[in-house]
Every structure is written in C-alpha cells, then in structure tokens.
C-alpha cells in the first residue's frame, strides 16, 4: 500500500502557467518535503514543511501542508522551462527511538514547454 | 553540487556476476542511505546506517549486501542479481535520522541486469 498518493502522474503546459500538484495520505507525517529530480541526477530538497496549516514560499514556488498533515500542495507560478523536471514529496514516520525514515510518493513529472 | 558522489554512474552486469556499488559523502555526515528508484514506483528506502551501524533492513533481498566502513562511505556489493533489480540506486546522507536532518542524494548509479 502506498502511503503517498501524488497528482497529477504527468503534467505538460505552456511557459507562464501556474500549476498545483498534490501529495495526499491517509497517514499523519512528522513532517514532509518536496524535492525535484531532474534527469541523471538524485532529488534535491525544495523545501521542509512541519506545523499542520504552514505555508512557505520559495520564489515563485509556494508549498501549503495540510492542516492535519496529512497532505500538502505545491504551487507554482508562471512556470518556466527550467521547472522541468520530477517533483516528489516524501513523509518522514518514526522508524524507533528518535529516528525518522522517509516515505516517497511516485512523483508529478512536469514538463513546462517554452 | 551537493556532496554526495557515486560511482559507477552506469553499471551493466549480468545475472552471474558479482559488482559493487560506491557512495562517498564529503559533508561530515553521520547516516547514510541506499535507495531504489524504478521505473512506476515510489522511491524505496533500503538499508539505513547511523554511524556505522545498520539501522534499516527494508526486507531487502540478500543479493543486496551493504557495508559501511566509516560515516563516509557505504557500498552495496550485488551478486546473482535479477532483470527485475535494474533500476535507479541512489545514495543519501545526513547529518544524523532525526525528523529535521535534510536528506542529501547522490546522482545515482543505473544499474542494468542482462
């Protein structure tokens, strides 16, 4: 069973769009970050959310987590070519004691077109 | 550049042979990670080490071996892999497992099995 479900899988649009994709679980997370991959490379974290109802600009990015964090949106606006690239939002759960492990959604792979 | 290095980039094996994976990280961190990356999955956590110790067995199948000599380096040795072990490896680090330590991933190595 996946704990993270992202939305949309896939997104193409037009440079100078906004855009929102979704991270949704039933689980409540410690607390959850976005990173984006671009292709040959590993993630790269965006940004770290915590407190249920934060929101937190980076840019023209805004990232919200939900108020019972269990979810969160990412926000962007006016996108660019250079936003190409696979965003995944991943949860961290205790693993035992006071360590933490992060859980992976699929990933929205976006795709902005000049 | 984020401080995490791999090698090979690229590794083809067939189902015989027995190859290694290297991950070097130069941020003085003290955990580090293996993770898998496949195609239609969600990132999947493998082994965690926390000092030098395995902290995480992700019920990985045992033609997976990792080891750990220090807090900078971390191999996963391979042997009688299957085609359905190709994918993505990526290898991470952190300052420690706590819910605040920001994960950094190395560019992976792409790993094919004939």
């Known amino acids: 069973t996946q704990l993270l479900e992202q939305s949309p899988q896939f997104l193409s649009i037009q440079e100078g769009e906004n855009l929102t994709v979704y991270c949704n679980s039933s689980s409540v997370f410690s607390s959850l970050q976005w990173y984006r991959q671009e292709p040959g490379e590993g993630p790269v974290l965006l940004v770290t959310?915590?407190?249920?109802?934060e929101v937190k600009k980076l840019k023209r990015l805004t990232f919200q987590f939900g108020d019972a964090r269990k979810d969160s949106s990412l926000h962007i606006t006016a996108a660019q070519p250079g936003d190409t690239g696979l965003y995944l939002c991943?949860?961290?759960?205790?693993?035992?004691?006071?360590?933490?492990?992060?859980?992976f959604g699929k990933g929205t792979l976006l795709t902005v077109n000049p | 550049e984020t401080g995490v290095t791999q090698t090979p980039r690229h590794l083809v094996m067939g189902m015989t042979n027995k190859k290694s994976l290297k991950c070097e990280q130069h941020l003085g961190h003290n955990a580090m990670y293996w993770y898998k990356q496949s195609a239609k999955k969600p990132l999947e956590l493998m082994f965690v080490?926390?000092?030098?110790?395995?902290?995480e067995n992700n019920s990985v199948p045992s033609r997976f071996s990792p080891e750990c000599p220090n807090s900078s380096h971390l191999f996963l040795h391979l042997h009688t892999l299957q085609p359905e072990d190709s994918a993505l490896y990526l290898c991470?680090?952190?300052?420690?497992?706590?819910?605040?330590?920001?994960?950094?991933f190395g560019p992976g190595t792409r790993l094919t099995v004939l």
């Open positions: 991943a949860g961290a759960i205790p693993s035992g004691g006071s360590n933490y492990k992060l859980t």
């Open positions: 991470a680090s952190s300052r420690m497992t706590r819910v605040a330590d920001t994960q950094y």
């Open positions: 959310v915590v407190t249920g109802g």
């Open positions: 080490y926390n000092f030098k110790e395995q902290t």
